[in-house]
C-alpha cells in the first residue's frame, strides 16, 4: 500500500513540472501580411488585422485574408508610424462599430510636415467602413516618425484608454500636462472628457490625460479580476517597464528611469526611483522592445490561467510571467527558436493565444499545445 502511494505521489509531481514547461506548437492560421499591427475577433470569430502600411483586413479562422477595407483616413505611413491598434466596441453587435489608431498627417508649428496618434471609429459594413467621426487627435503634431503609442483599451465602464508616444525628439514634454505626448489617456466612447478624470479642473492642463510620463507604451490590457490597466512601455538600452496605470500618477520618464541613453551609454534623468512615482512591477535589462500584451483566462494551457503574456520585437520571443496579485514572480522566455518579432498578443474567443510577427511577410500564429 505504502508504495503504491509513493508511485502516486511520484506521478503527480512528476505531472505538475510538465504543466509549466509544456511544449507549444505555433500554427500559422495566415501568412503575408506586411507589418501586421493589431488584432480584434469579430464575434464570428475571424479576425480583424492592421497593416502598419494603412490596409485593415479581415482574416477568416482558416486564413483567408479578405481585399483591404475600404474607408480608412488618410495615414502617414512611415518610420514606426502607420494603421496601428483595433478594437471592438463593446457593443459591437448592435452597433457594429470599431475603434482604430493611426499617424495622422499634419503640419508642426512651423510648418514642416509632421504627424502624431489619432483614433477614429466607424461601422463596419461587408469590406466597407462607414460614417467615419476621427474622436481624438494627440496635441501637437511632431516632425518624427517614431514613438506613437498606441494601444486602444475598453475599460469596464466603457471608457477607452489611448497610450500615447513621447514622438522621440519631445520626451522631456512626458513631463508636462499641456501636451498628449508621453501620456495615457481616457476618454467617452465619442471622443469627449469624462467628468471624473484626474486633471479635468487643473489649469493648463489637457483634461484627457489619465497618466504621464510615458516613453512608448505599446502593450495595454485590463487586468481581468481588477479591471486594472496594465500597460508596459519601451525604455532605451534597457529599462523597459511593466506598470499599473493609477489615475493622475507620474511614471517617470525621463527623469526616473532604468535605461540609458543609445550613443554615449550615460544614464538620463535623476536616478531609477523617487517616492511619488510608482516602481515597475517588473523591468527589462537590455531591453527587450514589449510590444502587445494579454491576460490569459481560459484553461487551454494547464497552469497558466491568470499569467500575463507579452511580446517582444528585438528580443523575438513571448514573454510568460507568472503574478502573485500586483507581483511578478517568475519570468519564463518562449517561443525564442523561431527568432521573429512578436508585435501583438490575444486571446481569442476559443481560449488560444493569438500572436502578431513584424516583418513584411508578417504572421497570424495560434499558440497550441
Known amino acids: 500500500m505504502r508504495r503504491f502511494l509513493l508511485l502516486i505521489a511520484f506521478a503527480f509531481s512528476s505531472m505538475a513540472p510538465l504543466a509549466q514547461s509544456q511544449e507549444l506548437r505555433p500554427v500559422t492560421v495566415a501568412s503575408d501580411l506586411e507589418h501586421p499591427w493589431g488584432l480584434a475577433f469579430l464575434p464570428d470569430g475571424r479576425m480583424l488585422v492592421t497593416e502598419r502600411p494603412g490596409r485593415l483586413r479581415i482574416v477568416g479562422a482558416e486564413g483567408r485574408i479578405s481585399a483591404p477595407i475600404v474607408g480608412l483616413p488618410r495615414v502617414d505611413a512611415a518610420g514606426q508610424g502607420g494603421l496601428l491598434d483595433i478594437v471592438l466596441d463593446p457593443k459591437f453587435g448592435d452597433n457594429a462599430r470599431v475603434y482604430f489608431s493611426y ?114 507604451v505599446q502593450g495595454a490590457a485590463l487586468h481581468p479580476v481588477t479591471g486594472e490597466l496594465w500597460t508596459h512601455e519601451d525604455g532605451p538600452q534597457g529599462g523597459d517597464e511593466l506598470n499599473i496605470e493609477f489615475a493622475g500618477k507620474n511614471y ?18 535623476d536616478g531609477t526611483t523617487r517616492a511619488d512615482i510608482p ?57 525564442q527558436s523561431m527568432s521573429e518579432r512578436i508585435r501583438d498578443v490575444r486571446e481569442g474567443p476559443d481560449g488560444w493565444l493569438y500572436l502578431l510577427t513584424d516583418s513584411p511577410q508578417g504572421r497570424v500564429i495560434r499558440l497550441e499545445r
Open 252 to 269: 517617470g520618464w525621463p527623469v526616473i528611469t532604468y535605461g540609458r541613453e543609445y550613443v554615449t551609454g550615460l544614464k538620463i534623468g
Open 279 to 335: 516602481a515597475p512591477l517588473t523591468v527589462w535589462t537590455p531591453s527587450i522592445a514589449p510590444s502587445g500584451m494579454a491576460f490569459l483566462t481560459s484553461d487551454r494551457y494547464p497552469g497558466w490561467k491568470g499569467n500575463l503574456f507579452v511580446g517582444a520585437l528585438r528580443g523575438q520571443m513571448l514573454v510568460r510571467l507568472e503574478l502573485d496579485g500586483r507581483r511578478v514572480v517568475k519570468e519564463h522566455r518562449l517561443l
Open 103 to 216: 499617424s495622422e498627417p499634419g503640419d508642426d508649428a512651423e510648418g514642416r510636415r509632421a504627424s502624431s496618434t489619432a483614433v477614429a471609429r466607424a461601422q463596419l459594413d461587408g469590406n466597407r467602413l462607414v460614417n467615419l467621426q476621427v474622436i481624438f487627435r494627440q496635441r501637437p503634431k511632431v516632425a518624427s516618425s517614431a514613438h506613437f503609442g498606441s494601444r486602444l483599451v475598453f475599460a469596464r465602464d466603457g471608457r477607452l484608454f489611448v497610450t500615447l508616444g513621447d514622438r522621440f525628439s519631445r520626451r522631456d514634454d512626458a513631463q508636462t500636462l499641456d501636451t498628449h505626448l508621453g501620456k495615457v489617456v481616457r476618454i467617452e466612447a465619442d471622443g469627449s472628457v469624462p467628468a471624473d478624470n484626474p486633471f479635468v479642473d487643473r489649469a493648463g492642463a489637457l483634461p484627457e490625460i489619465w497618466t504621464y510620463g510615458h516613453r512608448n
